[in-house]
């Protein structure tokens, strides 16, 4: 199996940073791809930011410029740093990876529990 601990999340004002942090752990051979979404009350799970085992990144429109994904891969970890934080950013922020693991290598899709982030006008 694979766990995906989150944390980091918490309230902060406008304009202010927060960094996210998720660690994963279990029988993992290899991780393709570490990321972060994000659910807003009444809104759809949406893309906040995705890296590759190649080190390609991608960012949704909305965080462009301001959030920074970034990853330790001896750590398997992936990191979100958070700048110039808006209330729209308010949301539940999960982690997600697409991993190779457990006795069969197989392609092993994980969540984490998710973080809630606040941000106050």
């Known amino acids: 199996q694979v766990q995906l601990v989150e944390s980091g999340g918490g309230l902060v004002q406008a304009g202010g940073s927060l960094r996210l942090s998720c660690a994963a752990s279990?029988?993992?051979?290899?991780?393709?791809?570490m990321g972060w979404y994000r659910q807003a009350p009444g809104k759809q799970r949406e893309l906040v930011a995705v890296?590759?085992?190649?080190?390609?990144?991608n960012y949704g429109g909305s965080v462009k410029g301001r959030f920074t994904i970034s990853r330790d891969n001896a750590k398997n970890t992936v990191y979100l740093q958070m700048n110039s934080l808006k209330p729209e950013d308010t949301a539940v922020y999960y982690c997600n990876a697409g991993t190779i693991a457990g006795p069969g290598f197989l392609y092993v899709e994980v969540w984490g529990q998710g973080t809630p982030v606040t941000v106050s006008s």
């Open positions: 890296s590759t085992s190649g080190d390609s990144t």
């Open positions: 279990g029988s993992i051979f290899s991780i393709k791809t």
